[in-house]
């Protein structure tokens, strides 16, 4: 009965297996059905014990390590197999599956594989999977997998993933995705890597590409190079952008800059300092206040973007936070004023815009508003142009909104901010 049992599974892996065999072989070599072997040269086969590279077996099962000319169907060991051409079928091993030739099927190993030439199906090692021919299918590990020339598909690991030729498809890693070559498809990982020109979305911690990105990147740190698409990250550093880089700090070399002297309601004196691009931008602020009896200043943060209005000429948004010190160093309670500023800028020079618009401002603030509004309740003393619109005290949290103006002199790299081109 065991026997029968035996055999009934022998021909399951051998329907399996031909699913994935190729009927020809690139070279003309005698086909044998089975053979055994406990370590070449010592086989049931009297060709493969004497010359193991000129046979070719449908049934191949190695005790320790076996070679053979070429498999068509099945071929496992207990430790490790070797074919000196191709591989058409199903390949195990606990720890080494190695083929010189092309592989069309599956290799299974728990440490390593390895396809000389083409690779048409699936490779699966508990370490490390290696092509050094076209692979078209999945590699699948659990440390490495290296691809030397075109992928279609997928590299999926728990560590590395190198593509060294094209890319078309998926890598996906625990730790780093390395394409070399032109990448079409996605990289996902902690870390991933495109050195030429990819297509497609980069999603992790850290993403880098140095070519040309047509696509995305999403992830805490996105370095680009020419990236025709969106950032989104904490910090984004990228040659030139068409497209939105959307964070924190997003660092453009040729994108849009410029530094300003400003003043509004609020602040006497404000210095700000605008960079990334065009479409979305950063905005880090500095503002004094100073009327004889106390002084204050803030440091702030916010985002903006410009839309091209006329050859010279373009409308601006702007969104800010400040965080306001009264009459110390730095003030530890809350006391922040969030403010929308827009208007028109207007070019006089290549290097140099003036701009007035109007604002609206939100104090949320916990310090003692003595400091802050004087008998009419305004929140700037000696320049609001609007009474509060709202306030309300609620314990030691004051709230208040009004209405303002800002005027601005920029100077720094402007072009003409046609969203076409951005």
Known sequence: MKVRLLLVHLFCVLAFAKTFAQQQDTVSLPTYPIQFSVVTPLSTDRINELDPEKTIHNFSFNMFLGKNGGVNGFEGSFLANYIYQDMYGVQMAPIMNYVNGQTQGVQMAGVFNASGDRLRGVQMSGVSSLAQGNVQGAQLSGAVNIAEKKVKGAQLSGAVNVGINEIKGLQMAGGVNVALSYMNGLQAAPINVAIAEM?????????????????????????????????????????????????????????????????????????????????????????????????????????????????????????????????????????????????????????????????????????????????????????????????????????AVWGGLQASIRFGSFRKLDRSKY
Request: aromatic share 12%.
């Open 199 to 399: 297509e497609g979305a980069q999603i992790g911690a850290i993403n880098v590409n140095t070519g040309t990105l047509k696509g995305s990147q999403i992830g805490a740190i996105n370095v680009g190079g020419k990236v025709q698409g969106s950032m989104v990250g904490v910090i984004n550093v990228a040659d030139s952008v068409k497209g939105i880089p959307f964070g924190v700090l997003n660092i453009v070399r040729h994108g849009y800059r410029s530094v300003a002297f400003e003043s509004n309601e609020v602040w006497r004196g404000m210095l700000t300092y605008r960079m990334g691009s065009p479409v979305f931008y950063n905005i880090f602020t500095a503002g004094y206040m100073w009327d004889g009896n106390y002084q204050r200043y803030g440091l702030g943060y916010g985002i903006g973007t410009q839309f091209h209005i006329s050859r010279k000429n373009h409308f601006f948004m702007e969104l800010t936070a400040t965080h306001i010190n009264e009459d110390e160093g730095w003030t530890d309670q809350l006391n922040l004023m969030s403010r929308f500023h827009m208007g028109v800028d207007i070019r006089i020079a290549p290097w140099m815009t003036m701009s007035v618009g109007p604002a609206i401002s939100l104090l949320t603030s916990h310090v003692d508003q003595g400091n802050l509004t004087d008998t009419q309740g305004y929140p700037a003393p000696a320049l609001s142009v609007f009474p509060n619109w709202w306030s309300e005290q609620n314990g030691d949290l004051y709230m």
